[in-house]
């Protein structure tokens, strides 16, 4: 008998409600701590509460159009901003914090519930605490980003499309609510980022499994699957009719067409290619985790060696898992592997982070669960105490307490460790020339905490931070050579090595300091990538003759 059998759910206990809620309880503590200990906030943060802001004092509409970042998050905060009054930027910062620990903890209550439905209570228990102490998954759920609701919601999605489908294959027209309302969690998960879209498909396929379902129910679970799509397609209409489109961001077509050309080459994979698909797989394995990874290799194995070499397990090791769970936890990374591999050669080496194979990551998370107990029931084989409930209990505490063990230090990392200096340096800004003045900047730090306008134009230079001699024949010739024609019109400019080859050469600075119309204030932060140059513009590098001279 499977290991389903072998152990039937029981009603409920109250040391069961503990252990949820212990694990949710360490889960809130541990993103709690790393929200507490940022250095600063997500570059992408400071994006994400600009747009809030502007949701006070502009129609949503025109906000929408002029963000190319879904609005979702933005909202939300902005909303509670509203209601709280917090001051700016810090306490605007808690607050966005605040929205994506709740999102990270809505995420493994709804992690719970999908785990129980593909295998039983204990696995899905198990799965709460591996997740819980994600090194990813805390990370984004601690931080300015709008991953963690994202997540939530496509994971409420499929939550309640389980339960869709369980109440429509017994025939109960109430599953048409389950499944409308998880089309809507869908669309919410959709104005938070574009790619959670995909959950459509997949909760649509939950509804519309074939398996287990009573005769007679196929059309019930098709205009299920009906209502599920046109209650998501009632938050995607008024946000893609808004924009023009789905999305502002990077598009299929943008990956597939552009890296498509260089996914093949003569007929066989080119190395670009391999490389691209081994970076994936190496992000995936971070998305999962340091424990989560290993424990669902050993699931996989498991049946790998079951169902391919006919190794006889004893089958109290084959934890099965319900069909319909089957395409929940693979259908994601079937989807978005292409696209990522994609994703990988069009942008280059290093773009595609552990972030982009969240979602998928976490709904693979439920066969981590099942692999600790496989390992549960090898510890009771191997010591003759299998049956025994006591000892049972006993060992998943000791594997899952070793687990924890094992992940908890990974999972409390200094977040944007060594990044202080932007804020240091935006300060320095304001305090010499006052708020609302353009920054120009490789990032959106310095201009965020200057209160400023950010341009981003160095970011995407294609020229190296490199001195030459001919850079020295004026203190704007180097920033001429780096597409920056206009920069002395920027009173401050902030630059660091960051995306740039080498850190400014202090020759340059040398003669900008010699130079009567600028100032140059820094390093800020700790030397090294992470060191910040402000370079201030006096008021005559302002006037109409020093322009003419660009």
């Known amino acids: 008998m499977s290991m389903n059998e072998f152990a039937p759910e029981t009603p409920r206990s109250r040391l069961h409600l503990l252990a949820l809620a212990g694990a949710l309880l360490v889960g809130a503590g541990a993103r709690v701590y790393v929200a507490a200990h940022a250095e600063i906030l997500a570059r992408d943060g400071t994006v994400y509460l600009l747009m809030a802001r502007e949701f006070q004092s502009a129609p949503a509409g025109e906000v929408a159009r002029s963000f190319a970042y879904h609005p979702g998050y933005s909202a939300v905060v902005s909303v509670l901003a509203g209601w709280l009054h917090p001051a700016w930027p810090d306490g605007w910062i808690v607050l966005a914090r605040g929205v994506s620990i709740v999102a990270g903890l809505v995420a493994l209550a709804a992690l719970y519930a999908i785990a129980r439905n593909i295998f039983d209570r204990r696995v899905a228990m198990v799965t709460v605490w591996l997740a819980a102490l994600g090194e990813t998954f805390t990370e984004v759920s601690a931080d300015v980003v709008s991953d963690a609701p994202a997540v939530a919601m496509t994971l409420v999605s499929v939550a309640l499309a389980m339960a869709a489908r369980r109440a429509l294959s017994a025939g109960r027209p109430r599953g048409m609510l389950w499944a409308v309302a998880s089309g809507l969690a869908v669309g919410a998960g959709y104005l938070f980022r574009p790619e959670e879209l995909l959950a459509a498909v997949v909760s649509a396929g939950i509804v519309l499994w074939p398996g287990e379902a009573r005769t007679g129910t196929r059309r019930l679970r098709l205009a299920a699957a009906g209502g599920l799509v046109a209650a998501a397609l009632l938050c995607v209409i008024p946000y893609a009719a808004a924009v023009g489109g789905l999305t502002q961001k990077k598009t299929l077509g943008d990956f597939v067409c552009a890296g498509g050309s260089t996914l093949l080459a003569d007929s066989t994979l080119s190395e670009e290619t391999i490389g691209a698909v081994r970076r994936t797989f190496d992000r995936g394995r971070q998305a999962m985790g340091l424990a989560v990874a290993p424990l669902a290799a050993v699931f996989w194995v498991t049946w790998l060696l079951k169902g391919i070499l006919r190794v006889p397990f004893p089958r109290v090791l084959l934890i099965r898992p319900r069909p319909a769970g089957l395409w929940a936890m693979f259908a994601p990374l079937a989807f978005l592997s292409p696209l990522l591999v994609a994703m990988e050669v069009r942008l280059g080496p290093g773009y595609l982070s552990s972030r982009h194979l969240l979602m998928p990551a976490l709904l693979l998370t439920p066969c981590a669960g099942a692999g600790l107990m496989i390992l549960v029931q090898d510890t009771l084989l191997l010591t003759g105490w299998l049956g025994w409930a006591r000892r049972e209990r006993a060992f998943v505490l000791l594997w899952t307490g070793a687990m924890v063990a094992v992940s908890v230090f990974r999972a409390l990392p200094a977040l944007h460790e060594g990044k202080g200096g932007y804020r240091a340096a935006?300060?320095?800004?304001?305090?010499?020339?006052?708020?609302?003045?353009?920054?120009?900047?490789?990032?959106?730090?310095?201009?965020?905490?200057?209160?400023?306008?950010?341009?981003?134009?160095?970011?995407?230079?294609?020229?190296?931070?490199?001195?030459?001699?001919?850079?020295?024949?004026?203190?704007?010739?180097?920033?001429?050579?780096?597409?920056?024609?206009?920069?002395?019109?920027?009173?401050?400019?902030?630059?660091?090595?960051?995306?740039?080859?080498?850190?400014?050469?202090?020759?340059?600075?040398?003669?900008?300091?010699?130079?009567?119309?600028?100032?140059?204030?820094?390093?800020?932060?700790?030397?090294?990538?992470?060191?910040?140059?402000?370079?201030l513009a006096a008021p005559q590098a302002e006037t109409a003759p020093f322009r003419q001279t660009l």
């Open 426 to 535: 935006g300060e320095a800004i304001a305090r010499q020339l006052g708020p609302g003045r353009r920054v120009l900047s490789p990032n959106g730090w310095a201009p965020f905490f200057a209160g400023s306008p950010a341009d981003g134009v160095m970011r995407f230079s294609s020229h190296p931070f490199e001195l030459r001699p001919e850079d020295l024949a004026s203190p704007d010739a180097l920033w001429r050579r780096m597409g920056g024609e206009g920069v002395l019109t920027y009173p401050a400019v902030a630059v660091n090595r960051g995306f740039l080859d080498d850190a400014p050469d202090p020759r340059l600075f040398d003669a900008l300091r010699r130079d009567p119309r600028f100032l140059v204030l820094g390093p800020f932060g700790p030397a090294g990538k992470h060191s910040v140059w402000v370079i």
